[in-house]
């Protein structure tokens, strides 16, 4: 396994969305590179990949680890021109490409436990994290980081992680393309968004309900911003994305974002 290529993730683009592919052997965060790297007039998509990251990070600022040279460790820049209230779509279409991606190339039941971890066999095959600048209550800026354990052997994940996390390689005992994977996660991607422009997101939310390992389980989500922990039955996701949680009691309580734990052993309905 060598390492990636610009030319090789280009080859296997299907369209004109992404204009330009970088590279890098070293990096510090994928996602701040991608922040930080001179916009042009083109529009379309920029492309950041790294054999390594030194600071990759994940939501709520906890580190991503990942040995070199065997991962997926990308971020995508876009000016998507979407009212801030809307960002979260961000997450759940890049979730969406992601799985739908590795669904294709490993053959793995990769499910989403909302709102932003890729799943497999209960474990955490990868990650997203979007990262959004506004003006004027408009999206103008859009990086969307995505972590994915595709080569990964069980040996190389540290101690804290072992028991949960998983890659495509553990689970199916075969090497992936890395390039392969990366080019048909951005179609996926640029399909999506593409189609919520001419469709709206109805169809989005239907597709992560259909791919959600959360819906039909006892979950606790902590709240984003507070210390507040809601528990209860994921029973919906609704038009705008966020979770719907029924307590004991009978209410039920809208959640934008947090971070989720499912119920061991639960059941998805």
């Known amino acids: 396994m060598g390492p990636v290529s610009p030319e090789a993730i280009v080859s296997g683009l299907e369209s004109g969305f992404w204009g330009e592919v970088i590279c890098y ?6 996602n701040d590179i991608a922040l930080l790297h001179p916009f042009n007039d083109s529009g379309k998509g920029l ?44 997450t759940i279409m ?7 991606a590795l669904r294709e190339e490993t053959g ?19 990650g997203i994290l979007a990262e959004v600048k506004s ?21 190389d994940f540290p101690g804290e992680i072992a ?10 005992g075969c090497f992936f393309s890395r390039a392969g994977v990366i080019s048909r996660v951005l179609n ?44 209860g039955l994921a029973e919906d996701i609704d038009d705008q994305g966020m979770l719907l949680v029924r307590l004991a009691s009978g209410e039920l309580k809208r959640v934008s974002c947090g971070d989720l734990a499912e119920q061991e052993g639960g059941n998805r309905c």
């Open 47 to 90: 492309v950041i990949v790294a054999e390594a990251q030194e600071k990759g990070r994940g939501r709520f600022g906890r580190r991503w680890a990942s040995p070199a040279g065997v991962n997926i460790c990308m971020s995508m820049r876009i000016s998507p021109e979407i009212i801030e209230g809307h960002a979260s779509f961000l």
């Open 108 to 126: 793995l039941d990769v499910l989403i436990k909302w709102p932003n971890d890729l799943m497999v066999s209960g474990k955490k095959l990868g």
């Open 188 to 231: 996926e991607f640029g399909s999506r968004l593409s189609s919520v422009g001419q469709s709206g997101s109805g169809p989005l939310i239907e597709e992560i309900k259909s791919l959600s390992s959360s819906l039909g389980r006892q979950v606790s989500v902590t709240v984003s911003g507070s210390n507040t922990t809601i528990s």
């Open 163 to 172: 028991d949960t996390a998983t890659s495509a390689y553990i689970e199916t």
């Open 25 to 30: 052997q070293t990096s510090g965060s994928t």
């Open 135 to 155: 003006e004027r209550g408009l999206v103008r800026k859009a990086v969307v980081g995505i972590g994915i354990n595709l080569n990964t052997p069980a040996c």
């Open 94 to 100: 890049a979730a969406l490409a992601s799985a739908s």
